[in-house]
């Protein structure tokens, strides 16, 4: 998994609440291979209407907003169906990192998996990143993740909690799987003991 | 018991006494190539209903009535365990339809402490334990219950007598509102963002503030999904189903939630009750849940849906999704509009 250490970037602001996994890949794309780009289908059905012509008014079809690697979600960003292809399509856009008020617990946890940090701010915080960055579409934002801060356009510094574990899997780029088995002795010895008193 | 799966509806288990939800693609190759997952203690809510349910409520309106209480992030980082006279009066297919849409509440997992019904449900399954492995897990199961006294992170108490038959009318589980209710005002919303927000739902989901939610008319109906293609779902719908025809212009489907389920309905007779009254029965599976497998709606089609989310497009681009229970859909059927389904004649 490719590490997250720092970003700076301008940020896409999509300010709607409780935008569910649905609305970020519909589900008759589910089927495709992991290795596919998942990023043309990222919110396909608002990028794109029916015929396949960008829908200029969406967000992320505006000309300051292409490039940006930062997403601004608005409250329980990420919510509903579990599928990871949810992130595989942010990151397949080229997003690294979204900062909302709070996420879908699931997406979270995929987003992590994925070298994509999800940073959660105040509401207050994240709507005053998105005035800012509708203000200026090249605002930028800069997101120090050893340090656990994000700095607004107008210099604000915000801290931002994250679990350790998920920390150091994404500062290090570490396979959490090839970790886990190191533990293979241990997990057999669980198993054996747990097997006996279970079924 | 510990159960995991790529779905978010895996919550359903939690109605078995079973810590059970969600997961991704690669968390899911992490169990399988090591039986473990990495994760942290998430906070514990209860949610107390207490009380007889009225007439014509089922476990499907309880859950859409708690999402409406708590919003759909309202246990977010949460385990929900449900609780309370009502919740213990619900029959198993009942919790299931609760614990599964846990994740609509935004918590991963929902539960119910097992008890003799959940021991009775278990103990005829082609699986289940037998002979003394049968006693023996059952002395472990009489363990799991919360200890009185418990201490919960979040505690939420709701009057059974309070919940209405409910429907949603928007693209969020928690726009949910009683079958005698009016679609609300954007206007009344305070935060101008929320208020454009309702009104963009207005015009994706073809609403008027104010307007009655049972003069919504409707293009299909959808029984069945994980929430509620169970037997006893099959049942309800099909007690309403026998009183009368699907409204012309209806298209109605019944999907069984699996294939035994299926062959249970068909010896009950329930297929014949469907087939006489209009639907068509269908093959089990997810269906127009989702619509992975294209089984969905045109856009601006209006459905009545059993499953679980209204989300914009989830039916198909440009589908208006009204969830509520099994029986207000076959009665919306029947009526070709969304129904209030004590007004309806022969409801039991």
Redo the contacts between chains.
Sequence with gaps: MEPFISLKSNAVPL????I?T??II???F??RP?DDDHGINFFR?LRFD?NGQEIPEFPLNRPNWRDARIILGG??FA??????NA?WALHGWGARAVIAP?????FA??AV??GVLPIMLSADAVSALMAATIADPEAVIAIDFPEQTVTAPDGTVHRFEI?P?AKRSLLEGLD??AF??T??ED?AAF?RRFGRD?? | MLLVCGDSHTSTHGALGALAFGIGMTEVAHVLATQCLWQRRPRNMRITVEGALGFGVTAKDVILHIIATIGTAGATGCVIEYAGSAIRGLSMEGRLTLCNMSIEAGARAGMVAPDEKTFAYLAEKQYAPKGAEWDAALARWRALPSDPGAQFDHEVMIDAASIAPMVTWGNSPQDALPADGVIPDPMHQDDPARRQAMEDCFAYMGLSAGMPVTELRLDRVFIGSCTNGRIEDLRAAAAIAKNGKVAAGVMAWVVPGSAPVKRQAEAEGLDAIFKEAGFEWREAGCSMCLGTNGEIGRPGQRIASTSNRNFRGRQGAGGRTHLMSPAMAAAAALAGHIVDIRRVQGAA
Excluded: W, Y
């Excluded at chain 1, 300010?15 to 409780?18: E, L, M």
């Excluded at chain 1, 919510?79 to 990871?84: F, L, N, Y």
């Excluded at chain 1, 709070?102 to 699931?106: A, L, P, Q, R």
């Design positions: 300010v709607q609440d409780n569910d649905d609305q519909p589900a008759r589910l089927a992991r059905d029916a409250r329980n919510c509903g169906s579990s599928r990871e992130v709070s996420f879908g617990d699931i946890i995929n998996k994925n679990d574990f959490e799987l886990t088995m533990h293979e997990i198993e279970n079924f």
